[in-house]
Each structure stands twice: as structure tokens, then as C-alpha cells.
């Protein structure tokens, strides 16, 4: 939740189990001299707590938590499911989860259960239990965070095991019968209908491709169970630790189940920002000259997207589209939601991408600066001291192993939080993203270099460059308020969302993509053809697409522009709209590639120069002022002042000021 500062706070998590327990004391001391505010504790502590069935030992956390509140710190406690202890797992291997190869992922590391497990779900509700009842109540705690990072390691989904038990009740529940299941999947085809639901199982090891339909199910159910499973731990921590907060610390643009449902229960959302690693690991999308030129700071856009995206994680949806599942908030008509945390912010080289180089001066800085602007409350670095045993002594944290202070500590020690007030992002500008969007996308690609968040990420940072301040909301959000809808890549359609976009239409310009409306909500495509029920809003039904290969391009050509488009080309059958570019040589030469239909945009091609035009022309149509940015040069808006940041190797002048290297500038407007 918003902490009782007016400012920006900071935060680190630690570990008192890894070290002795005469540091504890010394460190909560550091801690606050520092200025931080919270600590982040136990996540992966169970078999500390409990080392054998049913025996506690809680000595040393009570010692921990009084070193914090003596030391005038906040403690966020964690729920210890992610790393069951050893005990429970060799009685009970029932609840380790499968890969997508058929193995069973063994003890030994950490997130090695099954969401679907009953025997896990019920130990999950006892250890919370009895953590809360023991910690729900003290002085020192703050809030909790459930678990640790969903999904990491792909352990979102089991393949075997509970999972696929339990998969075939899902599927009955939701279909009712076989023969509404084998209509909604499509199974004719190839000869895949069933006639027993215990003949279902996960669509995994198949000879070929899996059926789009089937997958997308296996997903709703694979996240329907991370849902749950938080829920159940949601509701002891409600019932035993009234008045604190409870928040789970998501991950860099992660895929693994549906974040507006599992976040729907919590009070505030929090994610884990890895800049370079995250430029190493998770942007596969982006090519080697790009990564090299942000290797010591990542990508400013890659990590916006993220606070972005967390941003707008709770905003309630939209009444009219209230049969659809809950999800998003507006502008003007609701109050503002809590504002985000950073739990685990990078501090210095992390251990776990290919590459893992030092990051430059001021990044730690600029990172923490960026947090807060794009509405971060609180910062949490991660971690105190760099750990000297097991999997992660290759990562830093603010204390070296030799406990002296590490770079980003000192890169701490000189920073203004009373500058960096807290309050609104003030973005006129809403993105619309969703989580069967894009498993359907990226279950049937077309084209091994796009992706859904490839195309997604594009507009993102086409925007960006054009100055906008984004929020990036679930398409059943309250899209109230904003000048400009921009939906990159809206798959999925069905007659609710379409009716919910045509109200849009009526106050705000609206930017669709390639591939809008290809789907329908089983993962079928429209039986009269793309983009089926939003053929009304676009004025248009598609033609054809093209996939082009990498070196392959087509030219596209409109109102005083022309240019070069790669990666994917889609055509126009006008049903009301009018051609605004249209495709000069290839296959779909003289059809249309661009096309509007009133205040409505289709943009059919790949191609961020085109990209650039069209949105700079509908956010001036929209009403709003457009800056053309450098490259690696941002400006991000909140609570009145502006974050002038420079994520280069070279000085640079923004706005009258001179921006030395990887540096921020902060303009107060009052």
C-alpha cells in the first residue's frame, strides 16, 4: 500500500537466516542509516521455520524482527511456499510439478510444487496460518507478499501429476458437456474429439503442433490454480493480519497465467526489476547491436513497460463490460489505486542472464528515479549483502561479501527521495493488453522473429519516443478519459469487448493493430472471416496476410510518406473505412495497409518508422503534444514534476539542461 511518507521510499530485502545471527542488529542499524524505510523478509525460509512435520522453531525470527523495530523498520513477512522443504516433499512427491517434456522437476532448488495439488494447497494454508497467527499482529509488520515470483523457471504450469488430474473437472465445469468442449476446440479436425473427459490431458508431447484451443484452456486452467492458490493464503493473511497490506512480487514480462486475476485480490501489486538482465534474458525480441548499446543499463522502454503495466494491474473494469472476467480503472472517474512497488531492484551485476555486466555509474540512480515516476511508491533492492553460499553468490547487493558498501549503496547514499513526491501519472494515452491475447499469438506465430510481445512492445516504445506518459490496461478496463486507445495486438474478441470498444470510440481516437480480432474466445478465427464482430468499429474485413521472412520487405505508401515495411503485411477488403497507406509492390500490391474509419486506425504493417508517423498524427488529432525524443532519452511525468532522463554513453541537452551520461534531471512544474 501507499507507505505514510509523502515521498518516495526505499526498502531492501534481506535474509537473517544466511548469516550470523550477531550481524542481525548491525545491519538493521545500517539499514535505517541508509534511509531505508522496509525490509522484505523469509520468502525462502520454511525449513528454518519448520524443520521437521509440525515442529516450529521461531526463535530466530522473533530475534530478527526485533533487531528491525528496534532499528525503526517496516518488515514485509513473506508466506515461505516457494521452496517446501525437503521433508514434505519426500513424503508427499505427489506434489512436484511436470515440465512440458514429461520429467518431474525435482527438490533442490526452489518452486518445485504444483499449483493443482491438493496435499500442497493444504500444507500452503497451514504454514501461513501459523505464520500469521504468530506475526499477524506485530508492531513491526507492515504487509505481506504471498509466495515469491509466480511462474519463474516456467513453473506456472504442470504437465503431469495434479495438473493433469485435475484438468479434465476444469474442463466439464466450463464446457458442461463433451460435445460443447469438442465444438468450442474444433476437434473434428485431424480426428481429435472425445467421448470420456478423462481421455483429456495436457497438450504437451504431441507429435506436431497442439490445438490452439486446447492450449488456451490448459492456460485459463493453469492460471485459474496460481489464482487460487494465492486466494486461499490471501484469505488467512485477511483473516488473522487485518490492516496491513498483502502484495506478490511479479515478474519481468512473464507469461505463465493471467496477472489482472491473480492480482485481483491484493492491495497493492509489486514486481522484480532486473534492467540487464532483463535486456539479456527477456527481450529475444531485440538484436545483439541494441543489447550491447544498453548492456550496463538496460533498455529504458523495456522497463517502463514493465512499471507501466503493474501500474494499471488493479484498476477495476468497466461496468459495461462486466461479463467479462475482472480486471482494470480510468482516468478522472475512480479514485487512485495504490501505487506499486519495486521489490527486487538490481543494485548491481545479477547472476542469471548470459551476460551479466556491471552496471554503469548512476544506473542504480536512475533506475530507482525511473521507479517512482512511472508511480512507484516504494523501491526495494535486492539484497542486503551479497549471499556467499549456494546458487546466487555470483549476485550482488548493496554490502559486498566482505559486508563493505557496494556501488549502488553509495549511489544511495546521495539520493533526494524528498524531491520525489508522490501522486498520479498524468498519462492521457491507454495501451491495452491482455493474456490470452496473447497466448493465442504466440501459439500460432506465423513467423519465427514476431511476437505478441514484439508487436506489443513497439507501439510501447513508439509512444514513448513520442513523449506520451502510458497506462497500460486490460481492454475490459474503464477506457473513460483518454484522448488515445492504442491496441497493438488484440487477438482475442468477443461481442462484450467489441461493444466495450465501440463506447470508447465515441470519446477517444482508437489505434488497432495487426492481427486485432483474429480469435474468437475458444481460440477459433470468426466463422465470416477477421476481425468478425469488429468489423463494424474497423470498417473492414482482412484480406490476406503476409509473413515476410527476415530480408524480405514490401514498400507501403500514404499521405506524403512512404517507407519500407518488414516482419508482417496484412491487406483490407473497406467495408467503410478509407485506405491511409497502401502496399506499392508484392503480393498485396495496391491493397490497402493502413486504413481509418472515422476516429478508428488499423495499422496491417510492421514497421516502427511507420509506427512513428502514425501515432505522432492521432496523438495530434487527439489533442496532445508530441516531442520527437532521442534515442535512449526519456521523459516521464508525476505529481507535478518531470524526470528528464539520459540512459546513454554520451551527455546530452533536454529542456535547457545538460544530461551528463546514465543521469536524470528533475523539473518541479509547481
Given at each position: ?247 506478490h512480487n511479479f515478474m519481468i514480462f512473464e507469461t505463465g497465467f493471467d496477472h489482472y486475476d491473480v492480482a485481483a485480490g491484493l492491495d497493492c501489486v509489486s514486481w522484480d526489476n532486473y534492467p540487464t538482465g532483463m535486456l539479456e534474458f527477456f527481450s529475444g525480441w531485440m538484436d545483439e547491436d541494441f543489447k550491447l548499446r544498453y548492456a550496463r543499463t ?142 493465442l499469438y504466440d501459439a500460432q506465430k506465423q513467423s519465427a522473429t514476431q511476437s505478441y510481445w514484439a508487436q506489443t512492445f513497439g507501439y510501447y516504445r513508439a509512444l514513448r519516443e513520442l513523449g506520451q506518459d502510458i497506462d497500460i490496461l486490460h481492454p475490459d478496463a474503464d477506457l473513460s478519459g483518454y484522448a488515445l486507445i492504442v491496441a497493438p495486438a ?181
Amino acid at each position: 500500500m501507499s507507505p505514510d511518507h509523502p515521498h518516495l521510499t526505499l526498502a531492501v530485502c534481506d535474509y537473517p537466516e544466511h548469516v550470523p545471527q550477531g550481524r542481525w542488529a548491525d545491519y538493521a542499524r545500517q539499514q535505517k542509516a541508509l534511509g531505508l524505510s522496509y525490509v522484505r523478509i523469509a520468502e525462502f525460509a520454511w525449513s528454518r521455520m519448520e524443520p521437521r512435520p509440525g515442529e516450529f522453531e521461531w526463535d530466530w525470527l522473533d530475534e530478527a524482527m526485533a533487531a528491525y523495530e528496534a532499528a525503526g523498520l517496516k518488515v514485509v513477512l513473506c508466506t515461505p511456499t516457494a521452496t517446501p522443504p525437503a521433508w514434505l516433499i519426500r513424503a508427499h512427491p505427489e506434489i512436484l510439478p511436470y515440465d512440458e517434456q514429461g520429467r518431474v522437476r525435482e527438490f533442490g532448488s526452489r518452486r518445485h510444487y504444483d499449483f493443482a495439488s491438493p496435499i500442497y494447497r493444504q500444507h500452503s494454508r497451514r504454514i501461513t496460518r501459523e505464520l500469521a497467527e504468530r506475526y499477524g499482529q506485530h508492531p513491526a509488520v507492515a504487509g505481506w507478499q504471498t509466495d515469491n515470483e509466480f511462474g519463474c523457471h516456467d513453473t506456472a504450469r504442470s504437465y503431469g501429476g495434479a495438473s493433469a488430474a485435475a484438468f479434465p473437472g476444469w474442463l466439464e465445469a466450463r464446457y458442461g458437456n463433451l460435445e460443447a468442449l469438442n465444438e468450442a476446440w474444433g476437434n473434428v479436425f485431424w480426428s481429435m474429439d472425445y467421448d470420456a473427459w478423462q481421455q483429456i490431458k495436457p497438450p504437451n508431447l504431441l507429435v506436431t503442433e497442439v490445438n490452439p484451443s486446447h492450449l488456451l484452456d490448459f492456460y485459463r486452467f493453469s492460471s485459474d490454480n496460481v489464482r487460487d492458490f494465492q486466494a486461499e493464503q490471501v484469505a488467512v493473511l485477511r483473516e488473522l493480519s487485518p490492516g496491513r497490506f498483502v502484495t506478490h512480487n511479479f515478474m519481468i514480462f512473464e507469461t505463465g497465467f493471467d496477472h489482472y486475476d491473480v492480482a485481483a485480490g491484493l492491495d497493492c501489486v509489486s514486481w522484480d526489476n532486473y534492467p540487464t538482465g532483463m535486456l539479456e534474458f527477456f527481450s529475444g525480441w531485440m538484436d545483439e547491436d541494441f543489447k550491447l548499446r544498453y548492456a550496463r543499463t538496460g533498455h529504458p522502454d523495456l522497463i517502463a513497460f514493465n512499471h507501466d503495466l503493474y501500474r494499471g494491474m488493479l484498476r477495476p473494469r468497466s461496468k459495461a463490460a462486466a461479463t467479462l472476467t475482472p480486471h482494470s480503472q480510468p482516468l478522472d472517474s475512480q479514485p487512485p489505486t495504490p501505487g506499486f512497488w519495486v521489490m527486487e531492484q538490481q543494485c548491481g551485476q545479477v547472476n542469471w542472464a548470459p551476460f551479466n555486466p556491471l552496471p554503469a555509474a548512476g544506473a542504480v540512480q536512475l533506475w530507482t528515479a525511473q521507479a517512482w515516476a512511472h508511480g512507484a511508491d516504494t523501491v526495494s533492492y535486492f539484497r542486503w549483502r551479497a549471499a556467499t553460499i549456494a546458487q546466487e553468490v555470483m549476485h550482488s547487493g548493496l554490502l559486498r561479501h566482505d559486508e563493505t558498501p557496494d556501488r549502488g549503496y553509495a549511489e544511495l547514499e546521495t539520493l533526494n527521495l524528498e524531491a520525489m513526491p508522490l501522486g498520479g501519472v498524468p498519462a492521457r494515452v491507454a495501451l491495452l493488453h491482455d493474456y490470452e491475447s496473447l497466448w493465442l499469438y504466440d501459439a500460432q506465430k506465423q513467423s519465427a522473429t514476431q511476437s505478441y510481445w514484439a508487436q506489443t512492445f513497439g507501439y510501447y516504445r513508439a509512444l514513448r519516443e513520442l513523449g506520451q506518459d502510458i497506462d497500460i490496461l486490460h481492454p475490459d478496463a474503464d477506457l473513460s478519459g483518454y484522448a488515445l486507445i492504442v491496441a497493438p495486438a488484440l487477438t482475442l474478441m468477443t461481442p462484450e469487448r467489441a461493444a466495450h470498444l465501440e463506447a470508447a470510440a465515441q470519446t477517444s481516437r482508437l489505434v488497432f493493430g495487426p492481427r486485432s480480432a483474429y480469435r474468437t474466445a475458444s481460440g477459433r478465427t470468426p466463422e465470416d472471416g477477421q476481425p468478425g464482430v469488429l468489423a463494424g468499429l474497423l470498417g473492414a474485413k482482412l484480406m490476406n496476410f503476409d509473413s515476410l521472412r527476415p530480408g524480405l520487405t514490401v514498400r507501403v505508401e500514404g499521405p506524403d510518406h512512404a517507407c519500407d515495411v518488414s516482419g508482417w503485411a496484412e491487406s483490407y477488403r473497406l467495408q467503410g473505412a478509407e485506405a491511409v497507406y497502401r502496399y506499392l509492390d508484392g503480393p498485396q500490391e495496391g491493397q490497402a495497409a493502413v486504413i481509418r474509419r472515422q476516429n478508428v486506425t488499423v495499422i496491417g504493417a510492421h514497421s516502427q518508422e511507420l509506427l512513428l508517423a502514425l501515432l505522432a498524427s492521432e496523438l495530434r488529432a487527439a489533442g496532445l503534444e508530441t516531442e520527437r525524443l532521442p534515442e535512449g532519452v526519456r521523459v516521464s511525468r508525476r505529481a507535478g514534476c518531470t524526470l528528464l532522463q539520459n540512459w546513454t554513453i554520451q551527455p546530452v541537452r533536454l529542456h535547457g539542461h545538460d544530461l551528463p551520461p546514465v543521469s536524470f534531471v528533475l523539473e518541479n512544474e509547481a
